[in-house]
């Protein structure tokens, strides 16, 4: 069965850092890619990152780049978006996903999500 925690989301105030993990379980992590899409309220979802199977190659959506970084630990089974510079507009439900590259996968593949919000 596969299953993707994610955690360390929470409130921070603008220009704040936080980072969030997920925590693969029931498929092969390594040989998959993988994505945070992220889900501001009444938006649709939105392609935050994804990175490749090893670890060596990441992209970013526009709106982020500068800002976050993307990696994973294959032994600890985890993936990792380090976030700073924090913005109101960056506040969203963000999820870990198994695959994509540049685009969100379909839901099925998400996790259950992580609140971070972004406000004074």
């Known amino acids: 069965q596969v299953q993707l925690e994610e955690s360390g989301g929470g409130l921070v105030q603008p220009g704040g850092s936080l980072r969030l993990s997920c925590v693969a379980s029931?498929?092969?992590?390594?040989?998959?890619?993988m994505t945070w899409v992220r889900q501001a309220p009444g938006k649709g979802p939105e392609w935050v990152s994804s990175i490749d199977f090893s670890g060596s190659n990441f992209i970013y959506t526009d709106a982020v780049k500068g800002r976050f970084t993307i990696s994973r630990d294959n032994a600890k089974k985890t993936l990792y978006l380090h976030m700073s510079g924090l913005k109101p507009e960056d506040t969203a439900m963000y999820y870990c996903?198994?695959?994509?590259?540049?685009?969100?996968?379909?839901?099925?593949?998400w996790g259950q999500g992580t609140q971070v919000t972004v406000s004074p």
């Open positions: 996903a198994r695959g994509g590259w540049g685009t969100a996968p379909s839901r099925v593949n």
């Open positions: 029931g498929f092969s992590f390594s040989t998959y890619l």
